[in-house]
């Protein structure tokens, strides 16, 4: 019996931090969404971690990017990041300085160690809620088909598990250094290459995402994208199509999906859809 409850209580917080995890990205993306849905106002044109979309600069000197990414591994994250031009605008050579920040939630199988009386550890679903903010600044290069930025700063990451899971050493809050990198760039008139990548010392957290396109129509790309994330606790790889470029009004658009492969909740499928507006 007493087994029987633990497992119940253990299933009902999951779902608390869950459903509060929901609701804290939900609030994000309202955020976010009322800022896209005034741009003349504005004056302009893993399961884990943000994703920059590395695309062509627009805006005179501000960029807002916003991103939200799933799995069907029960993984759901939702990122933002502000880079805004030092002196003059980006599409100038010159310093950046960013602000971002993630927001989501992952859950997984763990084997607990036994609680006495018992000899033999239970397997139960861990659920985890992930929040993290960075403050960076950097230097980009442009010149007329290719741009590309290095950045450096301070990132803090705050992990919940419920229940604690003693062999995810990823839990709590933490501070540490991130470096992060870009590129986006038009070898000819019909193609396309952008990447990102990034690297804290909190959890050796490291991702990447390189993405290669053909011109569909006007500034539209499709093509393949791979992907590589994790940290101390996990790793996964990402590989798809997506479509980039796509314009409603000042926002542009992006979709991709394919498979993943996660080496602690295993294999699946992901969506990430990408939006860029900028003033």
């Not at 093509?223 to 994790?230: Q, R, S, T």
């Amino acid at each position: 019996m007493s087994t029987e409850n633990d497992r119940a209580i253990s299933n009902e917080t999951g779902r608390k931090l869950a459903n509060g995890g929901v609701l804290r990205l939900g609030f994000l993306f309202i955020g976010i969404a009322a800022i896209f849905a005034f741009p003349k106002a504005a004056g302009a044109a893993d399961w884990y971690t943000g994703d920059k979309s590395s695309e062509p600069d627009y805006a005179p000197s501000v960029v807002l990017d916003a991103s939200a990414s799933l799995t069907s591994k029960g993984s759901d994250f939702g990122a933002f990041a502000l880079t805004a031009a030092i002196d003059g605008d980006l599409r100038q050579e010159g310093f950046r300085a960013r602000i971002e920040g993630i927001a989501g939630e992952y859950n997984y199988f763990a084997t607990l160690p036994p609680v006495p009386p018992a000899t033999a550890g239970l397997q139960k679903r861990i659920y985890a809620h992930q929040e993290d903010a960075g403050v960076l600044g950097g230097y980009a290069w442009a010149s007329r088909d290719w741009t590309a930025a290095i950045f450096g700063g301070t990132e803090i990451i705050n992990t919940a598990l419920s229940p604690l899971d003693p062999n995810n050493t990823t839990k709590g809050l933490r501070i540490g250094a991130k470096i992060a990198g870009e590129f986006y760039g038009n070898p000819t008139h019909s193609t396309m290459l952008s990447g990102y990548g990034s690297y804290s010392t909190t959890d050796n957290d490291y991702y990447t995402r390189f993405k290669a396109g053909y011109r569909l129509w006007g500034n539209v790309f499709g093509g393949p994208e791979f992907m590589a994330l994790g940290n101390q606790f996990y790793s996964e790889y990402r590989a798809g199509i997506h479509l980039t470029g796509l314009q409603i009004g000042h926002l542009s658009l992006g979709v991709s999906g394919g498979a993943t492969s996660n080496r602690i909740s295993g294999s699946g499928g992901y969506g990430t859809f990408d939006a860029r507006i900028g003033f």
